[in-house]
């Protein structure tokens, strides 16, 4: 079993469309958690970190963080073209980087 | 100047050359990590420098190695390249003080 599982997709949705994208872990010693966005031949941008369980907020961004279950997810609110990427899952132990384990990523396309 | 870059942006190499690659990392950040990106998975951790030392290590063979400088800029070296070795290599860096990592936009190093 890999610590850090996602689907990989492809998702496609109409713009508008509310986006739910999730990743599960096995390793309970993950404290942080963040979520990237990676265009094609980019590399990855930080969109939300977060620290234990619950939900963070930030625009039309939701990323919500279930210790007990080991899941996280990332729900994007009104859909655009260009949320068109790939989304990476990434967490933790600790919170001075070493060893960020990265999901394999999900490609979503929002379609106009 | 504000982010982090990288050079070259693309190269091709030989099996069994070396390369070493480059990273500028953003203004105020002390920490540097780099990742190798296969096409279709999510980073990999190779390893981690803090004030030009190593830190912290992934799961790569002692043909990767690294060096920080003063100014915290970073490089990558990989010697015996193989095939496998093909991927984007990231850099990504970080102060001690936030949550996260600055990425750039990677090298894409192809071996033949």
């Not at chain 1, 599960?24 to 941008?45: C, H, L």
């Not at chain 2, 390369?19 to 981690?48: D, E, M």
Request: with cysteine; net charge neutral.
């Amino acid at each position: 079993q890999k610590e850090v599982e996602q689907d990989p997709g492809p998702l496609s949705v109409p713009e508008g469309a509310i986006v739910s994208l999730n990743c599960t872990y096995s390793n309970s010693a993950f404290q942080y958690f963040m979520w990237y966005r990676q265009y094609s031949r980019k590399g990855p941008e930080l969109l939300m970190y977060t620290y234990s369980s619950g939900n963070k907020e930030d625009g039309r961004f939701t990323a919500q963080v279930d210790k007990s279950s080991k899941y996280i997810s990332l729900f994007i609110r009104d859909s655009q073209p260009s949320d068109s990427a790939t989304y990476l899952c990434a967490m933790s132990v600790n919170n001075y980087g070493q060893n960020f384990v990265f999901g394999p990523g999900t490609r979503l396309s929002v379609l106009p | 100047e504000t982010g982090v870059t990288q050079s070259p942006t693309h190269l091709i190499k030989t099996r069994g050359q070396q390369v070493t690659l480059r990273c500028s990392s953003q203004s105020g950040h002390n920490t540097v990590s780099w990742y190798q990106q296969a096409l279709g998975q999510g980073p990999q951790f190779i390893f981690q420098y803090y004030r030009e030392e190593e830190n912290g290590r992934g799961n790569f063979p002692p043909r990767f190695s690294g060096l920080q400088f003063p100014n915290y800029s970073s490089e990558l070296n990989v010697n015996a390249l193989e095939l496998d070795d093909s991927a984007l290599y990231l850099c990504a860096s970080s102060s001690t003080h936030s949550g996260g990592y600055t990425f750039g936009s990677g090298t894409r190093l192809t071996v033949v």
